[in-house]
C-alpha cells in the first residue's frame, strides 16, 4: 500500500524568506509524485510533479520541488516566499505500477506572515 | 477550456434525507475520480471511471453511497441516506485517457457536505 507523510500540520514562514514544506512517501515501486495546492474556497490546483529524470522539478508561481530517492521524500520549496503564497499545501503520490488513484497527504497550512 | 465543474458548492441536509453531488469534467476527459476530506483529515480516494465504467471503486466507504456516470460525461454521487460522518468536502477530478499514471489530474472546486 502507498502512503505520504505531511509531518506539518501548519508552517509560518515570513514573507520574503525561503520556505519549505515537507513531504515524504511510501510505495511499493517507482514513485509519480505531485504537488497541489488549495486556495480559500478554491479547488485543488496542480503545482508541478516527478515522472522521471531530473530530481529537482519546477513548477507553477516559482515553486520547485526535490526528489529524493534515498530519503523518499519530495518537499516543495520556494525562495522567497510571497503573502499570496498562503495557502493548504497537499502531496499526493501513485505506485507506477499500480491502479490511477493519488493518494494524499493530509495537508499543510502554509502562511506568509508580512 | 473549462475546468471541471462541481454542484452544488455547499450542501446542508439532516441525517436520513438523501443528496446527489454532480461533476462535470473537463471536456473529452475519459477519467474521472471522486475523492473525498473528511474533518481536515488526509484526501481519500473513493472511485474512478473510465469513461462510462468504474475502473475501481474500492474507496467507496458503504453501500450508501452509489455513483454513476451515464454516457461517459458527466458523473453524479449519491448518498442515500446521509449520516453525519459523511460530512465533509467531495472532490471531483479527471485526466486525459490513455493516462498511465504520469497525467495530472485536474480538479473541481469541490461539494462541502454537511448532514445535521
Known amino acids: 500500500a502507498q502512503s505520504v507523510a505531511q509531518p506539518e500540520d501548519q508552517v509560518n514562514v515570513a514573507e520574503g524568506n525561503p520556505l519549505t514544506v515537507k513531504c515524504t512517501y511510501s510505495?511499493?515501486?517507482?514513485?509519480?509524485l505531485f504537488w497541489y495546492v488549495q486556495y480559500p474556497n478554491r479547488g485543488l490546483q496542480f503545482l508541478l510533479k516527478y515522472i522521471t529524470g531530473d530530481n529537482l522539478v519546477k513548477g507553477s508561481y516559482g515553486f520547485e520541488a526535490e526528489f529524493n530517492k534515498s530519503q523518499t521524500s519530495f518537499h516543495l520549496k520556494k525562495p522567497s516566499a510571497l503573502v499570496s503564497d498562503s495557502a493548504l499545501y497537499f502531496c499526493a503520490v501513485r505506485d507506477k505500477g499500480s491502479a490511477r488513484q493519488l493518494t494524499f497527504g493530509s495537508g499543510t497550512q502554509l502562511t506568509v506572515l508580512p | 477550456e473549462a475546468g471541471v465543474t462541481q454542484f452544488p458548492s455547499h450542501s446542508v441536509i439532516e441525517k436520513g434525507q438523501t443528496v446527489t453531488l454532480r461533476c462535470d469534467p473537463i471536456?473529452?476527459?475519459?477519467?474521472l475520480y471522486w475523492y473525498r476530506r473528511v474533518m481536515g483529515k488526509e484526501i481519500k480516494f473513493l472511485l474512478h471511471?473510465?469513461?462510462?465504467?468504474?475502473?475501481?471503486e474500492s474507496g467507496m466507504p458503504n453501500n450508501r453511497f452509489l455513483a454513476e456516470r451515464t454516457g461517459g460525461t458527466y458523473s453524479t454521487l449519491k448518498v442515500q441516506p446521509a449520516e453525519l460522518e459523511d460530512s465533509g468536502v467531495y472532490f471531483c477530478a479527471s485526466s486525459q485517457g490513455g493516462d498511465r499514471g504520469n497525467t495530472e489530474a485536474f480538479f473541481g472546486q469541490g461539494t462541502r457536505l454537511t448532514v445535521v
Open positions: 510505495v511499493s515501486g517507482n514513485p509519480y
Open positions: 471536456s473529452g476527459h475519459d477519467n
Open positions: 471511471f473510465v469513461k462510462e465504467s468504474k475502473q475501481d
